[in-house]
């Protein structure tokens, strides 16, 4: 059998040494004005350009790198005129009339020249007979094509459509539409709806942090320290996007992720110094030194996960992904980095004032909280009851799971009143279900009847239109086919693949639906490969932490359940549409698709994070006592509280994103809120401490092979 230790080291000296980071937080306080010069300037260097973030950063790049669908885009671009699928449709729409003559074709007169004018986009189509002007003559669509990518194209689509819904007068309405215009659409409801949500957040966790420190100067830090961080981090995105495009989704994401990570990251470091500093009475340098060689410490590896956790994402060949987990990642550098040289000076500077304006019930040194020790005695006592009581929970919300379905945001995710979405009604309404959602076929010339006659003979299409000869001569052809479904349908998938099976060997399938369809697949394809990835990684910075390789499965474990949990309950909400009239949303019968993937990397990330903290703490305390029970009491006992407070100011934060905006931030808002609902609540603070109880010293036991080849780390500070 394999030795194994789990004894606690032996006393250390009583000595004042402290380790790297506390070295590093003496470093800080000793060159504060140097430290402080460099973050000025960081921020103000960085900053200038924060201001542009929303316009330099687009909304493009959902797509699967590499397949059939992208290169179909790329060759119509190339060769058809910018007929692509990131083109755009500007649809006009008579309400009294035929748009062939009078106000209406002067209407369309001016869309064609308007559109002519911008340099950025191919060749401008009239309405064709048969093909984009209806039977009736009141619906058209003049196609313009894209000259550019389709980073640019959203841009170019933000920029046309106030002058092109400008044309509009009493009898016809002009509604650009298309993928380009989606996202723009998007983008600014999207943004609408994070600045709302900013506006109620801040007061809230405010309010919180208040309540959790006990004093209004300490609260304050963390919101300053993560106003830095995100200054710091739009700042450099806007330089970012000028080598590679980097999605708006990006800053949207870092800016939720990095207040709750930031915030969390300041109160368990501000907590510690202030027990520190009152409660040995040391020197604030020495104080400093502690607060940074045990919280600093557990931060710091916090943040490693995090970072682990999300690069994982990385492995979905996507654009949107990488950039948005690269996003966070960088606010994630910059929370951090301030976290562990900023705040430390800010500290140091205030020292006894951060208690200033202290509400007056409060012991604002405390550290130890009567109540979560307590409540660590109680668990002690009775872990079967709370154990099993709180694993049936989570068993029981993560139960739907097994039923939940996944696809591409629909039409449906932009408010009622947007422009894509409007041209997309009467474009359905005029030419049929599938006309939304063309599908765009690239052959050989020589193949060009066969393809035609195989479209035409699928019982999944609609309508062909005659092949298109390539425009610059070569020996290729696009024929367009409508579907007879929703772009959205799910029956769409089937017909898509029977076409790929049955169409000549040169023929391509694409289209804007089929980009849709394409990159649900390849999110099927990554997401075990994402999950496993997270998992092992995860694990493996646990055991490198703690060098516990129980207590660091354990914590893995638990922290797959609880987000298996969050995605039950978001299946109950979005995809049977429970609750959707209180959220204000409307249902698109699945949940998006990249949700699975990229949610479960930021809730895993979230997760770790407490689970972090906690076992921290419960390594500090069985450090230094060897006592099982007083690791898993001292724990509960001393962060506990930090733990409660930083729950309940994400719960805040991710709460406040899921009552405003279209539904993609409705989602993050209520998976990422109900994550740490149940994560900070019910796993952290009941089912990881049963945990600890039951598994008693087998929980820090190591095997001497494995510690021999472990980095030492430990959290007790002498």
Known sequence: MAQTTSAAP??????????????????????????????????????????????????????????????????AQEH??????????????????????????RVVAEVTRILEDEPRLAEVIAPVPGASLSPDGRTAVVLAGAGVDTNEMVRVATDLKEELQGLSTGGVEVNPTGSSLLWSDFN?????????????????????????????????????????????????????????????????????????????????????????????????????????????KAVLLSGATVLVSLSAVMLVPSPSFRSMAGGIMISVVFVLAATLTLLPLVLFKLDGRINRLALPWVKVGEHRSPVFARWGEHLWRRPAVWGIGSTLVLLVLAAPVLGLKTGMPSIKVLPEDASARLGYE?????????????????????????????LAADPGIAAVLPAMPATDGTDRVLVQAMPTVDPSDPA??????????????????????????????QLHRSTPVVIGVVLLLGFLLLLVALQAPLIS?????????STAAAFGVARLVFQEGHGAGLLGFESQGFLDAWAPVFFFAMIFAIAMDYTVFLLASA????????????????????????????GGVMVAVFFTFALSGPLPPKEMGVILGV???????LVRLVLLPVLLRVSGRAAWATPVWLRRILPAITFAHD
């Open 10 to 75: 032996e006393a250390a000296s009583h000595t004042w040494r402290p380790g790297p980071l506390g070295r590093l937080g003496v470093w800080v306080t000793e060159h504060r004005g140097g430290v402080g010069l460099v973050w000025i300037a960081i921020v103000i260097g960085l900053g200038v350009f924060a201001p542009s973030v929303e316009k330099s950063l687009s909304g493009a790049g959902w797509q699967a790198d590499g397949s059939e669908s992208v290169t179909v885009r790329d060759l």
């Open 80 to 105: 058809f005129g910018g007929d692509a699928s990131h083109a755009i449709q500007v649809v006009v729409h008579a309400t009294d009339g035929s748009l062939e003559s009078g106000t209406g074709a």
């Open 188 to 296: 600014e409801a999207n943004l609408d709806a994070m600045l709302t949500s900013e506006m109620f957040s801040w007061p809230v966790t405010l309010a919180i942090l208040v309540l959790a420190f006990g004093a209004l100067v300490a609260a304050g830090l963390p919101l300053l320290l993560t106003l830095a961080g995100l200054v710091a981090s739009a700042g450099s995105l806007v330089l970012i996007n000028e080598v590679v495009p980097v999605s708006i989704w990006a800053m949207n994401f870092a800016m939720m992720f990095a207040l709750a990570l930031g915030i969390d990251y300041a109160l368990f470091l501000v907590v510690r110094y202030r027990a520190a500093r009152l409660g040995q009475h040391g020197s604030p340098r020495q104080a400093i030194a502690e607060t940074m060689d045990t919280a600093g």
């Open 426 to 454: 009467q474009v359905k309404d005029a030419f049929g279900p599938g006309a939304p959602g063309m599908l765009q076929v690239v052959a050989d010339g020589i193949d060009a009847d066969a393809t035609s006659a195989a």
């Open 492 to 521: 769409l998938p089937d017909t898509v693949d029977r076409l790929r099976a049955e169409l000549p060997d040169s023929a391509l399938v694409g289209g804007a639906a089929v980009e849709n369809i394409d990159l649900t697949d």
């Open 553 to 561: 499965l354990l914590g893995t474990l638990a922290s797959l359940l």
């Open 619 to 646: 390594k500090e305390h069985w450090e230094k006592s060897g006592d099982p029970r007083e690791a898993m009491v001292g724990a509960v006992a001393h962060s506990g509280r930090v733990i409660f407070a930083a």
């Open 675 to 681: 994550a740490v609902l149940l994560d900070a609540f």
